[in-house]
């Protein structure tokens, strides 16, 4: 009997072992000695595994703030953090950071000549020279001209230009949940270490970022195939700022892959319906004069204010043979994307003109992250190429930045570089003076974004179908 019962409790007390994980915890760490006095192996009486237990803790919120970091699907919580902190952080620069006037007062006098009844677009002229921007910047100027006391409240423009930073932040932040690529923890380096853009927002009171906050909300739109309300805003924030006009390929890519040639057209004819209206009333005035200021493409910049072109002489610099070639290079890469990363079908690119329904392999739906990489890539293609960069030109790929880097598959060890990459790139924005060391790293910079871009988006090698009548070959040991 006694024999008996020994062999029970044996069996009782391996059994144990089988218990859930969860379970085995709960149960305590310290294993009994024989003879079950119910201390553990250091003899302290009543213990019942508290490290173990504290360390399973603390080991499962590891993992969990490892997530919201690391997971995509985390990035709505991290993007309403951020958006909190981002707004103390725009009135702490707003009321610490001395204003800096650069060309606030000039927009402000080129405004004002329209006010004032003055319709020939040659004659608005600010302190830094005429007004070189399309009409849809006069009417949206023109509304902070008034709210602003005619220009003289600075500080009430620092104010709505802050509230302008956060709603050009909600919309790339929405993109980037729809996308769900980039890792969260990256926009903390999108966000509050950026120098440079809360700069230019909240310090300096340029255009680029309305034309780039308008430019988003179109955006979202076509994410949603609100194709028809996209292109006019879209428009809208060319009116705005012409540099919009570097998205204008992918647009149109993505447009003819959408809607064919036919179903283009309507879109096509919105975007230029909105210029000719917002410009009407200067060209009844001076047609030649609206336009030619207003889209003028051969514009010179100073050589002192370029950021991208510092190591060069500066007769090269202002060299037109060297501003052809940079043409002939952004078109080259414009059509090796269309041509390799953009269109992935089988058939010739030509297809694009047919309609949809008519196409020998119908294209499938537009996905979420196809709109944006062709959008963001043929931005950033336009920025590689561009003739100068000046300061507040960052705004217009700063944003575009974390997805061109991670819209790539990225091992484990691949993401220090990319954060690094980021680094340099805030960094040669923040040398001003620049430098030729700081140009040269700029470029260094591009070029190998581009270079992950390409790389990184090629398409997958199709399989090789085995031929009929033969046995595939056997695989060998280590192989299996």
């Not at 030649?288 to 370029?306: A, E, I, N, P």
């Not at 072109?309 to 059509?335: C, D, K, Y």
């Not at 980021?422 to 190998?448: A, D, K, Q, R």
Request: overall charge positive; glycine content about 10%.
């Amino acid at each position: 009997m006694a024999e008996a019962a020994q062999r029970k409790g044996k069996r009782r007390g391996g059994d144990t072992g089988r218990l859930p994980g969860r379970l085995r915890l709960q149960t305590g760490g310290g294993r009994e000695e024989p003879g079950g006095t119910g201390k553990d192996r250091g003899g302290a009486p009543g213990r019942t595994g508290g490290g173990p237990v504290m360390a399973a803790v603390l080991r499962r919120a590891w993992r969990g703030r490892r997530e919201a970091l690391l997971e995509p699907r985390y990035t709505p919580l991290v993007a309403a953090c951020l958006c909190l902190a981002e707004g103390g952080v725009n009135l702490w620069v707003i009321r610490r950071v001395p204003y800096t006037e650069i060309d606030w007062q000039a927009y402000m006098a080129e405004v004002e000549g329209f006010a004032n009844g003055t319709r020939d677009y040659t004659q608005l002229r600010g302190d830094t020279g005429p007004l070189v921007y399309p009409a849809g910047f006069v009417y949206i100027f023109l509304g902070l001209y008034y709210a602003t006391g005619r220009g003289a409240d600075v500080r009430l423009a620092q104010y709505i230009f802050a509230g302008l930073y956060l709603l050009n932040l909600l919309l790339v932040f929405r993109i980037y949940c729809r996308t769900n690529k980039v890792p969260p923890y990256v926009f903390f380096f999108m966000c509050c270490a950026s120098y440079r853009i809360h700069s230019i927002f909240v310090l300096r009171l340029f255009n680029d970022p309305v034309a780039m906050a308008i430019l988003f909300l179109a955006i979202n739109l076509f994410l949603e195939e609100r194709w028809s309300w996209g292109c006019l805003l879209f428009s809208l924030a060319v009116s705005v700022k012409m540099n919009i006009l570097l998205f204008a390929p992918g647009l149109l890519f993505l447009l003819l892959k959408r809607f064919g040639l036919l179903g283009c057209i309507p879109k096509l004819c919105i975007c230029a319906l909105l210029q000719v209206l917002l410009g009407l009333p200067f060209l009844l005035a001076n047609p030649v004069g609206y336009l030619s200021r207003s889209f003028d493409l051969g514009r010179q910049f100073q050589f002192k204010w370029t950021v991208n072109w510092r190591f060069l002489p500066e007769e090269v610099f202002h060299s037109r043979v060297f501003h052809a070639l940079l043409l002939l290079a952004h078109l080259a890469g414009l059509g090796l994307f269309a041509l390799h990363r953009w269109h992935r079908s089988g058939e010739s690119i030509l297809s694009l003109l047919k309609d949809p329904a008519d196409r020998k392999h119908p294209s499938p739906p537009l996905s979420v992250n196809k709109i944006v990489f062709v959008l963001f890539s043929s931005n950033f293609l336009g920025v590689c190429c561009s003739r100068s960069l000046h300061y507040q030109f960052y705004v217009w790929y700063f944003h575009t930045l974390p997805y061109l880097l991670w819209c790539t598959p990225t091992a484990k060890l691949a993401h220090m570089p990319k954060v690094l990459l980021l680094g340099v790139i805030e960094l040669c924005w923040n040398t001003y003076p620049s430098t030729v060391c700081s140009s040269l790293s700029l470029h260094i910079c591009h070029g190998l974004v581009l270079l992950q871009l390409w790389y990184g988006t090629a398409p997958l090698p199709a399989p090789h179908a085995p031929q009929p009548g033969k046995k595939p070959a056997p695989l060998s040991k280590k192989a299996r």
